[in-house]
T-cell receptor, first 115, second 113 residues
Framework: TQLLEQSPQFLSIQEGENLTVYCNSS?????LQWYRQEPGEGPVLLVT?????EVKKLKRLTFQFGDARKDSSLHITAAQPGDTGLYLC???????????????FGQGTILTVHP | NAGVTQTPKFQVLKTGQSMTLQCAQD?????MYWYRQDPGMGLRLIYY???????DKGEVPNGYNVSRLNKREFSLRLESAAPSQTSVYFC????????????FGDGTRLSIL
């Protein structure tokens, strides 16, 4: 079983601050996805990173995939109250076989941005 | 624009009762999944179905069974509910293409007393 360690588990910050969420594993993932989940709803995909060293930007969110494809980070610049939610990383691991989309999820980071 | 629909949204059971959670998707996706979400543990895969007619165990399958009724529907059954199965259950679907997102329903909140 592959494990994804996500940190921190909780983040409480003021509007305008920057933050970074980390996702680490001892296993190599073929791709890694970041999801955002709001209360009472299912997770919604933010981004997929596939190539080692890849950086993707989504407005104020920057996602990075580690060179060895074992870790990833999500950086939010100038956080806003609307960023509040649960952020989840999910790795797709398959050792040369077919993954069938079997994702391994991190524990999640609950982000609260105060006005 | 329904996407993935789960029923019921809430359920309370007594220990030992059985029930089936229903999931249907209208996106013509091949693969479907059942997860449970517990505080501090992210989502854990219970069972998945790579295509119609096939099912396979995920990380935490004990105490559950599934049926892929057709391409649209994938149900999860608890034969004899236990308090440890109190959780939020999510169904998801995905096209077979690589690196595509999983689309989730809004979850079923299940409490077992």
């Amino acid at each position: 079983t592959q494990l994804l360690e996500q940190s921190p588990q909780f983040l409480s910050i003021q509007e305008g601050e920057n933050l970074t969420v980390y996702c680490n594993s001892s296993s190599v993932f073929s791709s890694l996805q970041w999801y955002r989940q709001e209360p009472g709803e299912g997770p919604v995909l933010l981004v997929t990173v596939v190539t080692g060293g890849e950086v993707k930007k989504l407005k104020r969110l920057t996602f990075q995939f580690g060179d060895a494809r074992k870790d990833s980070s999500l950086h939010i610049t100038a956080a806003q109250p609307g960023d509040t939610g649960l952020y989840l990383c999910a790795g797709d691991y398959h050792a040369g076989g077919t993954s069938y989309g079997k994702l391994t999820f991190g524990q999640g980071t609950i982000l609260t941005v105060h006005p | 624009n329904a996407g993935v629909t789960q029923t019921p949204k809430f359920q309370v059971l007594k220990t030992g009762q059985s029930m089936t959670l229903q999931c249907a998707q209208d996106m013509n996706h091949n693969s479907m999944y059942w997860y449970r979400q517990d505080p501090g543990m992210g989502l854990r895969l219970i069972y998945y179905s790579a295509s119609e007619g096939t099912t396979d165990k995920g990380e935490v399958p004990n105490g559950y069974n599934v049926s892929r009724l057709n391409k649209r529907e994938f149900s999860l059954r608890l034969e004899s509910a236990a308090p440890s199965q109190t959780s939020v259950y999510f169904c998801a679907s995905q096209t077979r293409l690589s690196n595509q997102p999983q689309h989730f329903g809004d979850g079923t909140r299940l409490s077992i007393l």
